[in-house]
C-alpha cells in the first residue's frame, strides 16, 4: 500500500470521515458490492461526490475514472489507516468467560492492541490470573490506569452493573470504551461507547436468512 | 408494546426493510440522536420517506406528527420484532477460548437461541465438554446437523482455517454463519455470512476517541 505515505497530510476534515467510509464500505462489502462509484457511494453516505472523490485523492490513487472503486481495496486501505501507530494500553472490566477469552486471545491480528490489566468486582476471583495478569479489585482500576497509560476499557460485565462499572471506568479517566453489555449506558459527552451486541448480531442473522434468502420460509 | 399485535399482518416488502431500519437507527443512537423525522431518516437510508411512514404505521403509532420519531423507542420495538419467536438451534464451531465462552454465555439475553452441540477440528480436545455439550469432531456435523435440527452455525475458527470450516458448515446444510474470522470467506448465494469484527471495532472506538472527541490527540 505505497499510498500511505500521504496519510500524514490528511486534513482533519477528511480523516474524520474515514470511519463513517469504512462502516458503510463494509456494509457494501457484505452485501456482495465489489466496485462502486464516487456517485452511488455518496447517495448511501450522503457526503457529496466532490468530497468524498477529494477525500480519497489524499489518500492516493484509489479508482479508475469510468470504473469506480474497489471496495475490497478501500476496506483494506481505510482498514490500515484506522489501525493505530502506537501502543494502546487497554484494561479489561470483568473477568467472566468473555473477559478470559478476551484476555487470552489478546488482539493477536494487531501488536498494538494490549490488554495489560484486569478487573472484577467479585472477591472470589480477585487474586486469580488469567495468564500472566493478576485479576484486580475495582478499587484498584484508577489507580493501576493512571500507572500503566492505559486509555481504552473493555466492559464485558453483564447489564444489570454495566453503568455502575462504566462510572469506575470514566472516574479513571478513560475515555474509549468497548461495552459487551449493549443496553446503552450514559456517559459525558468526551466518553465514547462502542457496544457489541451479540444477540442482536445473531437475531438480524436469522432474520436475514429467513426473510432475505427465504431459507426455511 | 401493544403495537405488536398488529406484526403478523406486515406486508414481506416492510418485513425485508426492518433490519436496514434497526441498523441505521442503531448507529443513529450512538451518536446520540434521540429523535428523527421520516424525512431526515429518508436522507440517512435513501428510503423515501412516504415507504418510511407507511412501514412504521403497519408496526402501530410509532411517531407523532411534526415531532418526529422516538429513536430509543424505535430500537425497541424493532428488536423486539427481530427477535425470533420461534428456537434456533445453534451449532458451535471451534472450541478454544471465545467457544467456550459463547457456549457458557449461550445468549442467555434470549431463551430461543440455543447451542447445542459444539465441534472442533483438534483431537486433543474432542470428547471434552463444555458445560453439558460434548465436543465432537468435525467429521460429525453434518450428521449432527440433521439429527438435532440445527439451522444455524456460529465458528470461532482463526481466519486461516475458516474457509475450510465454513465449507464444511455449508456442506451441512446451515444458511446462516456468524463467523468471528473478519477475513472475508466464499459461500454460495443462498448462504448467509455475520462477521464479528472484534480487533475493528476496537480500532474504530480508538479512532474515533482521538479524532473525533480530541481526547489525548
Known amino acids: ?72 481495496y478501500l476496506i483494506d486501505v481505510f482498514s490500515h489507516i484506522l489501525n493505530t501507530q502506537e501502543e494502546k494500553r487497554i484494561a479489561l472490566i470483568g473477568c467472566g468467560n468473555l473477559g478470559k477469552a478476551l484476555v487470552k486471545n489478546n488482539f493477536r491480528r494487531n501488536e498494538n492492541l494490549n490488554i495489560v490489566c484486569a478487573f472484577d468486582s467479585s472477591e472470589a476471583i480477585v487474586g486469580l490470573s488469567i495468564d500472566d495478569i493478576v485479576i484486580q479489585p475495582m478499587e484498584k482500576l484508577k489507580e493501576e490506569v493512571e500507572k500503566t497509560g492505559v486509555t481504552v476499557a473493555i466492559s464485558t460485565v453483564p447489564s444489570q452493573y454495566a453503568q455502575e462499572a462504566i462510572d469506575k471506568i470514566v472516574d479513571a479517566g478513560i475515555t474509549a470504551i468497548l461495552n459487551f453489555a449493549p443496553d446503552r449506558v450514559t456517559v459525558p459527552n468526551n466518553v465514547n461507547v462502542q457496544y457489541i451486541d451479540l444477540t442482536t448480531e445473531l437475531q438480524t442473522l436469522i432474520y436475514f436468512d429467513e426473510t432475505f434468502t427465504g431459507n426455511r420460509a
Not at 7 to 26: H, Q
Not at 54 to 71: A, K, N, P, T
Request: hydrophobic fraction near 30%.
Open 1 to 72: 500500500m505505497k499510498e500511505l505515505h500521504k496519510e500524514k497530510k490528511m486534513p482533519k476534515a477528511t480523516a474524520k470521515r474515514l470511519p463513517l467510509y469504512l462502516r458503510y464500505l463494509k456494509m457494501l462489502g457484505d452485501s456482495g458490492v465489489t466496485r462502486i462509484k464516487s456517485k452511488e457511494f455518496s447517495d448511501v453516505i450522503q457526503v457529496p461526490p466532490a468530497t468524498i472523490r477529494r477525500d480519497f485523492s489524499h489518500l492516493g490513487e484509489l479508482g479508475r475514472s469510468g470504473y469506480g472503486y474497489d471496495v475490497p
